[in-house]
């Protein structure tokens, strides 16, 4: 029995859990097939998904097709919640990518595309709704090979399409040989002799590409009447590569999903592969590489999961016992780093506790959420006793607002979102702190200089002092210290893109009284490194300077020709900046930045300026240095080391003036 791990992606409301369902009746594993719009989907089992008709949280059902075993992976399409297939990418072994036969490709179908293919994940394209007015068949495959890819055949033509008798014709035209045969150069010879072989060979080809990611075969249907959908599966079953890995050899998964069962207990949903986990195993997890004691396991089959004794190679599962596991933990033997494919959220809100709610339920609750979505990155300021969560957009706000009225019972509302911003060095800067002299009240040397460092190299920290000259601890108390002080530079915001350099170090060894015991106020420990290393830290980011920049995306924004004149100033106030103008019959394609606090409003105003006609693309690009205007600031959540007298009453209770 083969396994195969499936993905299904799509932009919003092209009708890919539609599809799920279609799917799941077309093998046999539900009677009728659910609709979004009656709330009573297979995939789409919380309440506010149905209420929505909108997917949030991937969800795993299995079928069987003949002896190939599918674990089908349904994943939200809507841009806000692109972290949740983020997570699922990773355990794919093949995908379908839905297109909506009367929208076409959109922003959300490019950036899932360009996923797939700087993963190599083998993918299937689905174009849904050919039984819809306005279905298009020749326009779809020209904005493919356009948007998406040129590496594209076509496995078959559509009969009275835009109707409801619409039908998938399967046949692979003669085209496609001009893709295949860019990557086999027998075949092309094979097809000008008119072997017999000729059409086993494109057959042949086509598999063995499509499994390497480099074609994307196409086939079209409706996930409402069925047409296509048997022939969808027939490609599933032949031309998707099965799941690999050795169930003898190291155990070694990843958490992709992790939620709270009824009791409140953690369920991570992994997938394994490479060896077999077993029940009552004691494995270890994660960057601490912690041990727990896996207590329940049950695996996807036939449309529900069931309990299982153990987990092999190849499969997906869900596991209890592990308390303190998290998303993008290894499991066993680690594979490799988790990777974020997309962008982290560039939006930020406070979260504001309605009348009579309590807050330490509301931050309980916030914590559980956080765990099925790290990227939500909760800040809690001790101060203000606010706590603020990041996100990709208004959607996502309002379903987290929602899920905490309904399965937490706490009513809440959110202040004006704001952009997440960075910091970055300035220059160099340095600065040293010694044991035992004034003003420095801690028993520890700290010398630290902080140099920038290229873009997109995150934080590294090195030593320019010998590893043995104190012990290892002290060193990794400092360099711990370091990172989760750059979390809160000058201004508010994470400091990224520098190195931080270790230049002096030292310590007063352990010290005792005659006939008496470890004496903490004359010997280091932990804290003392710990307690000056932010003094020290923020002084060199002082001498360097920060700059703060604000997220940029990308945008591409096609409108009639006859309303640029509309649109043109109109960009210029949201700071928009088109890079390259051209026409494209009679419409006018701009293409430029825009900073990501303003793309919300000119998706608002677009409509207005283009008679609705305009269409906009935009995804996150780069940071850039904010040359406008207040520069903008961020409330600390840390003790301030910014402001000494305060740092030091909050952290050691003794202050020298």
């Known amino acids: 029995m083969h396994l195969l791990n499936l993905g299904i992606l799509a932009h919003i409301d092209a009708g890919k859990t539609s599809l799920t369902e279609r799917l799941l009746h077309s093998v046999g594993v539900i009677d009728e097939p659910g609709r979004v719009d009656d709330g009573n989907t297979r995939t789409d089992t919380l309440a506010l998904e149905r209420q929505r008709g909108i997917t949030i949280k991937s969800a795993v059902v299995s079928f069987a097709v003949d002896d190939v075993t599918v674990n089908l992976i349904d994943t939200p399409g809507h841009p806000d919640f692109i972290a949740e297939v983020e997570r699922v990418l990773g355990v794919l072994d093949g995908a379908v990518l839905v297109v909506s036969a009367v929208e076409g490709v959109q922003a959300q179908t490019r950036i899932l595309m360009r996923a797939l293919q700087r993963l190599r994940i083998p993918t299937l394209l689905f174009i849904n709704k050919i039984d819809r007015r306005g279905a298009r068949y020749d326009g779809v495959l020209r904005e493919i090979r356009e948007r998406l890819t040129p590496a594209v055949v076509a496995m078959g033509t559509v009969g009275g399409l835009g109707t409801p008798a619409a039908q998938f014709v399967p046949g692979v035209a003669p085209a496609a040989l001009d893709v295949l045969a860019d990557h086999d150069d027998e075949l092309l010879a094979a097809w000008v002799e008119g072997s017999d072989m000729a059409h086993t060979a494109v057959r042949a080809a086509l598999t063995t590409q499509t499994r390497q990611a480099l074609v994307h075969p196409v086939h079209f249907g409706s996930a409402i009447t069925g047409a296509g959908v048997n022939a969808l599966v027939a490609g599933i079953k032949e031309l998707l590569p099965a799941a690999d890995g050795d169930p003898d050899g190291p155990v070694s998964g990843t958490v992709f999903k992790v939620e709270r069962g009824p009791a409140g207990e953690k369920v991570a949903y992994a997938r394994m592969f490479s060896g ?150 300035s220059g160099p800067g340095a600065a040293v702190e010694f044991n035992k002299k004034d003003p420095n009240p801690f028993l520890a040397t700290v010398g630290l200089r902080v140099d920038p460092a290229p873009v997109g190299s995150g934080v590294r920290f090195r030593l320019e002092v010998e590893l043995g000259a104190m012990p290892y601890a002290f060193f990794k108390a400092v360099e711990d210290t370091v990172r989760e002080t750059l979390r809160q530079g000058l201004h508010g915001w994470q400091v990224t893109d520098c190195t931080v350099t270790m230049t002096h170090s030292g310590y007063s060894p352990r010290q005792s009284h005659a006939h008496q015991g470890f004496d903490k106020s004359m010997s280091s420990t932990g804290h003392d490194f710990r307690g000056l290393t932010p003094l020290v830290l923020v002084e060199a980011l002082r001498r360097a300077g920060t700059r703060v920049h604000e997220p ?45 606090g303003r793309v919300h409003e000119l998706e608002q105003r677009l409509p207005g300026l283009t008679r609705g006609e305009g269409e906009l693309e935009s995804a996150f690009d780069h940071y850039a240095p904010i040359t406008h205007g207040t520069v903008p600031e961020r409330p600390r959540t840390d003790h301030n080391p910014l402001n000494r007298k305060e740092y030091l009453l909050n952290v050691t209770r003794r202050v020298k003036d």
Do not use: N
């Open 276 to 425: 077999t986990l077993r029940t009552r195993d004691r494995i270890p997890f994660g960057e601490a590489r912690t041990e727990g004691r896996v207590t329940a396991i049950s695996v996807f089959d036939q449309g529900a999961d069931v309990r299982a004794d153990a987990v092999p190679a190849g499969r997906i599962a869900r596991l209890w016992g592990l308390t303190g596991i998290r998303i993008g933990d290894a499991l066993g033997e680690p594979r490799k780093a988790y990777e974020h494919f997309f962008a982290p959220p560039t939006l930020e809100t406070v979260v504001v506790p309605g009348p009579g709610v309590d807050t330490r339920k509301l931050h309980i609750a916030l914590t559980q959420l956080a765990e099925q979505d790290p990227l939500i990155d909760l800040r809690h300021d001790e101060l203000r006793q606010e706590t603020s969560v990041s996100l990709y957009g208004e959607v996502q706000k309002e379903v987290v607002q929602a899920t905490l009225a309904e399965e937490f019972g706490l009513d809440v509302t959110f202040r004006e979102t704001t952009v997440i911003c960075i910091e970055r060095p």
């Open 552 to 596: 940029m995306h990308r945008f591409r924004l096609e409108a009639p020709a006859d309303t640029l004149g509309a649109l043109l100033p109109v960009l210029a106030a949201l700071r928009a900046v088109p890079q390259t103008t051209r026409t494209q019959g009679a419409d006018c394609v701009l293409e430029g930045a825009v900073p990501a």
